[in-house]
């Protein structure tokens, strides 16, 4: 018989409000729009000297603290082939072929991605959610699920695993 543990983090508060827009099919980029965003998480591991896996607390102050990070955002990709971010300490400017934005750059998040899809949105949380439980307890997860919904019932989950 072998036993696996996990806790699941699915809290109402962990909701984050951004702005984004996506590419799809190659070339068509979409206007800019919001969505709810809800968070979930899943943490596996071994139980510790508590008989956790993590401490709830710990990880569900790591996720408030990143939704918070999120939450009344424009969320802008650095890494698109297409789309192109430039920040000048003031403004974010993003430009697509003929489209362009400008938005003031404290109420931006640029994130290390090729797209703001809500699976990509959903490793960035997770990445970010190894840091933080590493800082603040001194373990790592070695394997841990994020699930984002972006518009009731549109799930995008990334499992992350010896990262
Ligand atoms: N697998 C994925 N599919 C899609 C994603 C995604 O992140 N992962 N994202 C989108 C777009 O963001 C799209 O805007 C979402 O469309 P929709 O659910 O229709 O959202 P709306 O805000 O337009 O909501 P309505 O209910 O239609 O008003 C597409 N696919």
Not at 144 to 158: H, S, T
């Amino acid at each position: 018989m072998t036993e696996t543990y996990w806790v699941r983090i699915a809290k109402d508060n962990l909701v984050f409000s951004a702005g984004h827009f996506i590419t799809f099919a190659g070339g068509t980029c979409e206007r800019v729009h919001g969505h709810n965003y809800r968070v979930e998480a899943e943490i596996f591991g071994p139980l510790d000297e508590n008989h956790y896996v993590v401490d709830f607390i710990a990880a569900r102050d790591a996720l408030a603290q990143i939704v918070g990070e999120l939450d009344h955002r424009m969320l802008l990709p650095t890494a698109h082939p297409q789309i192109d971010v430039v920040a000048d300490g003031k403004e974010v400017t993003a430009k697509f072929e003929e489209r362009r934005w400008v938005f003031p750059q404290a109420e931006c998040v640029l994130l290390p991605v090729p797209n703001t899809t809500t699976e990509l949105l959903a490793r960035y949380v997770g990445r970010r959610l190894l840091d933080l439980l590493q800082e603040r307890t001194g373990v790592r997860p070695q394997h841990l699920r994020i699930a984002i919904d972006e518009n009731y019932g549109q799930w995008g989950v990334c499992e992350l695993r010896g990262e």
